[in-house]
């Protein structure tokens, strides 16, 4: 049977427009794996409190940070896919969660290519519901429909894996400033409640599952002592909290006006939840949070941008279809 790979990351808006936005953001809240509510509630909420306003800002962000070729989180997904087929033997698709290229038509190009078995890889170092849970969703509720002839297997969270850790490592390495006071590992937040409900999972089928947190406290302890940090060198947080309820914690907003006060005046920071360069990192991290550190006080501030289409993250994910390919 004829193999294929399937690169799955979140997706932007198709354009900066705020109509366009507002389509996203509809499509991105009202996945049940993101906004958890019951359906009826997350419609209220979702199109009566975020997208009457929140799409107006979100496109004025977006556009900060827009290329001539589009938003970053897709080229850079492009050109991961692009070096990807040029090195392996099966055909290599990307398609986003949420906007395009959708997981449909990502599966439907390697379909007409012959390809009857898929390996999905989510772009998620870390899992969790609003990550690779609902690209599993999505995929297998689109074989369930198209493809049933299609057999679809996941790579599983990498977080704590040797050669990600390794790439992780050598990237921050190279940008980490000979002199700095903190390296901050900021995540992407997610609802207190999500890990709950992981735990929850967990005693009720008697299997461990480690939280988001956890995962994400867990890169970071790898990366720092692969790059043999002390503890007092290097810090975790959580970024882009939406809405009033609790998210998981520390927040990366209060950790940066935080330091400055603590002695921390040189500040290098990476952010591991994302392996492309994107809104989140680019606009909410490079941008917002360099002026708030400088405000706070804060003298030096050095972004570490994500593996994006690095040579040694594309040998690595090579390395790992490689050997899904050859089973
Ligand atoms: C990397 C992991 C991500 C997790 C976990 C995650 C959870 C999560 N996100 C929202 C709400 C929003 N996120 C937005 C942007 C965004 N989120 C991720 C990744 C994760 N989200 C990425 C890569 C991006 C950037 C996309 C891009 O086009 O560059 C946005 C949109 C922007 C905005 O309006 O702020 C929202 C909204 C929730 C509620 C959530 C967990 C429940
Ligand atoms: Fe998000
Ligand atoms: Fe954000």
Not at 178 to 188: G, N
Not at 259 to 271: E, V
Not at 299 to 312: G, K, Q, S, V
Request: charged content about 25%; overall charge neutral; some cysteine.
């Amino acid at each position: 049977m004829s193999k294929g790979i399937l690169l799955v990351n979140l997706g932007s808006p198709d354009s900066t427009d705020v109509q366009d936005v507002r389509t996203y953001l509809r499509e991105f809240l009202m996945d049940p794996k993101v906004l958890d509510s019951p359906w009826l509630v997350r419609k209220f909420v979702v199109e009566c409190f975020i997208l009457p306003k929140r799409p107006v800002n979100s496109a004025e962000a977006y556009q900060k940070i827009w290329t001539d070729e589009g938003s970053p989180l897709i080229i850079y997904s492009k050109k991961l896919q692009q070096k990807i087929q040029n090195k392996v033997d099966a055909p290599v698709g990307l398609a986003m969660r949420y906007k395009n290229p959708s997981i449909a038509a990502g599966l439907q190009e390697l379909y007409d290519k012959g390809v009857r078995e898929i390996l999905v890889i989510p772009l998620y170092p870390q899992y969790t519901m609003s990550t690779t849970e609902t690209v599993v969703d999505k995929v297998m509720a689109v074989q369930k429909k198209k493809f049933k002839d299609v057999d679809i297997k996941f790579l599983k969270a990498f977080y704590n894996h040797p050669d990600y850790i390794k790439v992780l490592g050598d990237s921050i390495r190279e940008k980490l400033p000979l002199q700095f006071d903190k390296l901050l590992f900021s995540y992407h937040g997610i609802p207190e409640r999500h890990d709950k409900k992981a735990i929850a999972f967990g005693k009720r089928n008697n299997i461990k599952v480690e939280t988001y947190r956890n995962q994400c406290l867990e890169t970071s302890r790898l990366v720092a002592e692969y790059l043999g940090l002390s503890e007092d060198q290097y810090h975790t947080s959580f970024q882009s909290r939406l809405g009033k309820d609790p998210w998981i914690q520390p927040y990366t907003d209060q950790t940066i006006e935080d330091f400055p006060s603590q002695g921390i005046k040189n500040l290098a920071i990476c952010t591991p939840a994302f392996v492309a360069d994107c809104l989140e990192t680019l606009e909410e991290i490079s941008m917002e949070g360099k002026a708030l550190f400088s405000k706070a006080g804060g003298e030096n501030f050095t972004y570490i941008p994500c593996l994006n289409d690095r040579n040694d993250w594309i040998e690595v994910l090579v390395k790992w279809i490689n050997g899904w390919l050859n089973q």
